[in-house]
Nanobody
Framework: VQLQASGGGLVQPGGSLRLSCAAS????????MGWSRQAPGKQRELVATITSGGYTYYAGSVKGRFTISRDNAKNTVYLQMNSLKPEDTAVYYCNQVINDKGFRRTYWGQGTQVTVSS
């Protein structure tokens, strides 16, 4: 199984970006999906998660600005980021909890850089 993240880039404060993360390979089903981020010199922090039933969680710092969603037919999780701030600058990592052949394992994407700067 591989996760491919995309959609990062440079954006001005107040702008928007949409991140995508698609899983490929041997997949029976997918449980939780999520996004985390790591800014320079800081620990990785959880940004948002979404369960297979569609329940979502957001970190307080992004609530009301970011929206996580998923397309189960495409094994893809999205993160719509609006009203971006310089403090949102970080490498964003996706993860998916994937079931296959009786095993459940968490897979991580390679990370995509988001830079918010004027």
């Amino acid at each position: 199984v591989q996760l491919q993240a995309s959609g990062g880039g440079l954006v001005q404060p107040g702008g928007s970006l949409r991140l995508s993360c698609a899983a490929s390979g041997s997949i029976f089903s997918i449980n939780d999906m999520g996004w985390s981020r790591q800014a320079p010199g800081k620990q990785r922090e959880l940004v948002a998660t979404i369960t297979s039933g569609g329940y979502t969680y957001y970190a307080g710092s992004v609530k009301g600005r970011f929206t996580i969603s998923r397309d189960n037919a495409k094994n893809t999780v999205y993160l719509q980021m609006n009203s971006l701030k310089p403090e949102d600058t970080a490498v964003y990592y996706c993860n998916q909890v994937i079931n296959d052949k009786g095993f459940r394992r968490t897979y991580w994407g390679q990370g995509t850089q988001v830079t918010v700067s004027s």
